[in-house]
């Protein structure tokens, strides 16, 4: 049966502990991300402080009883370190991997940074920054950076293509809009392309991508007209990109960034997208399903408890289900890592208490991996932390 109503569903606890698997990160790490290679190896990259005032880019392997040493891939002064702009690595098929960050301008202000990419081929032991994007920006960013998985692919937000041009004439007005682009890397790591594929988005959201059988499909927060900052998708087809569409009319409006971007997960046919909605004063986990590559999508389905402060997270659970992690409050002013197992057909088993996280900015984005038999989650609480939990624990609890 289809759950939409979620503040009457029960809250199951896990059967079973969840095991700590912190990785060897150091104290004030944070920004997690997860990934896993073409040999289902998971690979968890973070930030962490180093000497002189610098930050370090930093990943580990975990082969499925440990961590594997930490390797840096690239380390500096004057980066933008900010707990919902944060690097990512993506890990191709041939084990070459790509990896991002961000940097500031070395003239500008606090909010004058720009993205970096790096390369590092299979069973090389450097990597090589091969691509910079308003790397020169003194008073406005390009970020948001979310690699398809195992792709070449990416998409991210960036200043308006003309407003180099506007500045340059004098005209000031183009503030901080924000483009969507997509970006394609070469095999060793050059563009092959860079495009826009809207034209006016909200400006600090994450970003999502992912193939399906058809093709490359992205979603973002949008901008629309009367401050309304709902899910939009656009889909490449047949060489072509579709005009941007909304995922679900939510009507959220807002007059400014809600910083909690969509999650997207595509395989085959199969997309699923959950995003955090706050329309009408109603803050809402909602999930959308599309069985025919994204062309259309189901009516959303609530996911969270009933109180969720959002940062939705979705991973493939196996071949016929998803799993969804968030944040949801509870009493006290506590915050809890949630997670819940959600079929292809809509069908959603009962939430799960992972763990409590700390409450506003300090847990970061949760992220959630599958790999065998396990599920490893990871977030912030004084430090990048893991836990390690067995899929099933969540299976057969419908």
């Keep these: 049966m289809r759950l939409t109503l979620l503040a009457l569903t029960i809250l199951i606890p896990l059967s079973a502990q969840p095991r700590s698997i912190d990785p060897p990160t150091s104290p004030d790490s944070g920004m997690p991300f997860l990934t896993t290679g073409p040999n289902g190896a998971v690979y968890l ?4 402080p180093a000497h002189n005032a610098e930050h370090a880019l930093r990943f580990s392997q975990w082969n499925g009883t440990k961590w594997a040493p930490p390797e840096t891939i690239a380390r500096g002064p004057n980066w933008f370190v900010n707990w919902a702009d944060f690097p990512s690595l993506t890990v191709l098929p041939d084990r070459t991997i790509l990896a991002h960050w961000l940097t500031r301008s070395s003239a500008g202000n606090k909010f004058g940074y720009g993205i970096r990419v790096a390369r590092r081929g299979p069973g090389q032991p450097v990597w090589r920054q091969t691509h910079g994007i308003s790397l020169d920006e003194k008073v406005d960013y390009a970020g948001f950076l979310t690699f398809s998985p195992g792709s070449r ?10 407003k180099a041009t506007a500045i340059a004439h004098g005209d000031h007005d183009h503030g901080h809009r924000k483009t969507a682009r997509f970006i394609l890397f070469k095999p060793d790591g050059a563009v092959e392309s860079d495009k826009e594929i809207d034209a006016d988005v909200c400006s600090c959201c994450q970003t999502a991508l992912g193939t399906t059988s058809t093709g490359w499909i992205a979603a973002y927060r949008d901008h629309q007209p009367g401050e309304i900052r709902d899910i939009a998708i656009v889909r490449y087809t047949d060489g072509v990109w579709s005009t941007p569409r ?9 007059n400014g960034c809600p910083t909690d971007g969509p999650s997207l997960i595509a395989h085959h046919k199969r997309v699923a997208i959950a995003w955090l909605t706050r329309a009408n004063g109603q803050p809402k986990i909602q999930l959308a399903l599309s069985s025919n590559d994204g062309r259309d999508f189901s009516a959303p389905i609530r996911i969270d408890s009933g109180t969720p402060l959002g940062r939705p997270h979705i991973t493939a659970f196996d071949e016929a ?8 409050k509870v009493p006290n002013d506590q915050v809890e890592l949630r997670v819940r197992r959600v079929a292809v057909n809509g069908d959603a088993a009962p939430p799960h208490t992972v ?9 970061g984005f949760p992220k959630a991996i599958v790999s065998g038999d396990k599920i490893l989650l990871t977030w912030r ?6 836990l390690l939990l067995s899929k099933s624990d969540l299976k057969d609890k419908q």
């Design 321 to 328: 289900n998803y799993l969804v992690t968030w944040l949801e």
């Design 381 to 386: 609480d004084e430090r990048v932390r893991a």
């Design 355 to 363: 763990t409590k996280v700390p409450i506003g900015r300090a847990s």
């Design 246 to 254: 909304t995922l679900h009319r939510d009507g959220w409006k807002i």
């Design 153 to 162: 692919a990416a998409v991210y937000l960036a200043p308006p293509a003309e």
């Design 45 to 48: 990259s973070w930030i962490e």
